[in-house]
């Protein structure tokens, strides 16, 4: 079993709230925009951090983290990238990879809107963690928690941060 933390778009703003939502969590994961490198060296110091790049990161973020990451943990199959739409509505640089082969959990960001779907045509759930930065249009910054545990995702809380 692992608890995961999950969050985008902090445009390089830091909350010490993360630590405090966080800290029962095994692991954090940026579904981009973390905004620079510092920003991502407070996570990695405090969990094990995981994180793909976003249209605003710089240089030494895109040399670090990858555009987009596939992985498995505790038999889930995961993808994560910044830019990846919803779906129905994937974006076209993701479009082919997630259909040829759908992974169980696709991650995807940058609109700074949460969402949790579960596109059933490819038995994928699809979350985008909203913002938990505070440059954007958002109202609301959000960060996600859930449980992956023998294949199965569950027990999602969405946390709104004020």
């Known amino acids: 079993m692992k ?3 999950l969050l985008s ?9 993360f ?5 029962p969590c095994d692991e954090v994961w940026h579904a981009g925009d973390i905004g620079n490198m ?5 996570f990695e110091e405090f969990k094990t951090f995981r994180a793909v790049y976003g249209n605003i990161d710089d240089y030494k973020t895109r040399n670090i ?4 990451s596939r992985f498995i943990i505790e038999n889930v199959d995961v993808l994560m990238t910044h830019i990846g739409g919803y779906p129905g509505h994937y974006d076209p640089s993701i479009r082919l990879l997630i259909q040829k082969e759908p992974p169980k959990l696709f991650i995807a960001g940058h609109s700074h809107i949460l969402k949790v779907m579960y596109d059933k045509k490819l038995e994928c ?3 985008n963690p909203g913002a938990a930065g505070i440059y954007g249009f958002h109202k609301v910054r959000t960060i996600l928690r859930f449980v992956l545990e023998d294949g199965n995702i569950k027990d999602l809380e ?4 004020r």
């Open 9 to 17: 778009d902090t445009h390089g703003y830091w909350d010490d709230k």
């Open 65 to 68: 983290y990858p555009e987009r």
């Open 125 to 127: 759930l699809h979350i």
């Open 3 to 5: 608890k995961i933390g």
């Open 19 to 23: 630590k405090i939502y966080f800290e």
């Open 158 to 161: 969405v946390i709104e941060l």
């Open 38 to 42: 510092e920003i991502a060296e407070r």
